[in-house]
Structures are given as structure tokens and as C-alpha cells.
């Protein structure tokens, strides 16, 4: 397995405030991965430095062994917490979008999962309520053949079967040679499609593990270590 993102004593700093402070990490490819934490723990921090949109203070992030440029671009399909497509913009709009800016782009799984949730590709996306939008936009990050692709939040603001729907989308839309890296705090909710769980706290990582060991060896699912090792 080779490694797919990786963080060497990494930090990043907002003024005097330290987001990240010293992570050490190593994901490997085809693994669905959990970044878990609770708000302000520096989890979309990470991922924004792994997409390149911001640069470390200290350290470095290796995204399939480069620094974040437009290279790694090519390869990681990010998914931001807030949707980042115009508003005028329809469905069909979105789809030609991606298919310009992306190569890997596969225009046929997207059409096929936005006719599954009855999706209108004439709508546009300001009249879309939250939950349609958010299935639009993961619909797009999902259909293309990355290798990482960085989720924050994909499940935040929906209902739950609309969550389920999600998870299946991610589970049934990747390689598996890619890894998908999913920020949430919801762990029950996605704990049945991870392999391995990231907790951070104040920026650093506090725990690295298979979720396979964490059931076996402490005997307790994620979200009951997570309850406990987040407990105030």
C-alpha cells in the first residue's frame, strides 16, 4: 500500500492561535478514513491544507508524496462544509463545470445518481433546498476518479435518510485503490463505513486506529471511545 497523504510534524497558526500543532499522520491508499474531533478541534484546517487552499506554518502535508500545487490538485476531489458553487448555476451547469476543470470527471455516474434522487438538472442551485444542494455537490465530488477525496461535513446539515443515502453515495462512488478522508463529529452515523478512525483534539492527533482494533481490542465501538476520550 502506498501512502496517500501524509503530515510531518505539521503545524498551522491564525495570528497567535495554533489550529494544528505538530500532527504526525499517515493515511494509506484504499481506506475510508474518519477525521474526528469536536468543533474547533482543526479538522477542516487539515483538509484545507491538504486541497492546497491554505499553506503550513510549520512542517509539511505530502499529498501521493508532493507538496499540495496543482499537481495533487489533479488527484483530490475536495468537498468543502459550505456549498462553493455559484448559486445561478443548474445542475446540468455544474455537471458541464466539472467536466471542464476536471479529467476525471465521470459525467455518466453523475447523471445516473442525480436521475436516482430525482434531481433536475434544469433547477438551479439557489432554488434548491440545503439537503438537495448538499446531494448535488456531493455528487459531483463523488463522480470524479480521484485518489483522495477530502469530505468535510458531508453529512452536518441532513436529515437521516438523506445521510444514509450519502454514505451509500460515498461507499458505491470510489476506487478502491483511493482513500476518502470524511470530517465529522456525527460518528455513529458514519462509524459502519470507516476502517480507520483520526481523533483530534486542539490540533494534534490523540489516537490512530483501525476501527476493527478499537472494537476488538478495547471492545467498544468509535463513538463510545470518542464519548470517553472527549468527555468534559
Request: proline share 3%; hydrophobic share 40%.
Amino acid at each position: 500500500m502506498s501512502t496517500i497523504l501524509e503530515c510531518r510534524a505539521l503545524q498551522k497558526r491564525y495570528g497567535t492561535k495554533d489550529a494544528l500543532r505538530g500532527v504526525e499522520l499517515a493515511l494509506e491508499s484504499g481506506r475510508i478514513v474518519g477525521l474526528l474531533g469536536p468543533n474547533g478541534s482543526g479538522k477542516t484546517t487539515l483538509i484545507k491544507l491538504a486541497c492546497g487552499l491554505l499553506t503550513p506554518t510549520g512542517g509539511e502535508i505530502l499529498v501521493d508524496g508532493r507538496q499540495p500545487s496543482r499537481e495533487t490538485k489533479a488527484v483530490v476531489s475536495y468537498l468543502p462544509e459550505r456549498i462553493a458553487l455559484p448559486l445561478w448555476m443548474t445542475a446540468k451547469q455544474a455537471m458541464d463545470y466539472y467536466q471542464d476543470f476536471y479529467a476525471d470527471f465521470r459525467r455518466y455516474a453523475a447523471e445516473e445518481m442525480l436521475e436516482k434522487l430525482g434531481l433536475d438538472e434544469k433547477q438551479t442551485i439557489r432554488a434548491m433546498s440545503k439537503g438537495t444542494r448538499e446531494k448535488l455537490q456531493l455528487i459531483l465530488v463523488m463522480s470524479r476518479g480521484a485518489k483522495l477525496y477530502l469530505l468535510d461535513e458531508p453529512i452536518g446539515g441532513v436529515d437521516p435518510a438523506t445521510r444514509d443515502y450519502i454514505l451509500k453515495t460515498i461507499l458505491t462512488n470510489y476506487s478502491e485503490d483511493a482513500t476518502v478522508l470524511i470530517s465529522t463529529h456525527l460518528i455513529a452515523d458514519v462509524e459502519q463505513v470507516l476502517d480507520e478512525a483520526v481523533f483530534l483534539r486542539e490540533g494534534r492527533v490523540v489516537l490512530h486506529e483501525r476501527v476493527d482494533d478499537v472494537r476488538e481490542q478495547r471492545g467498544k465501538s468509535v463513538d463510545e471511545l470518542f464519548r470517553e476520550t472527549f468527555a468534559y
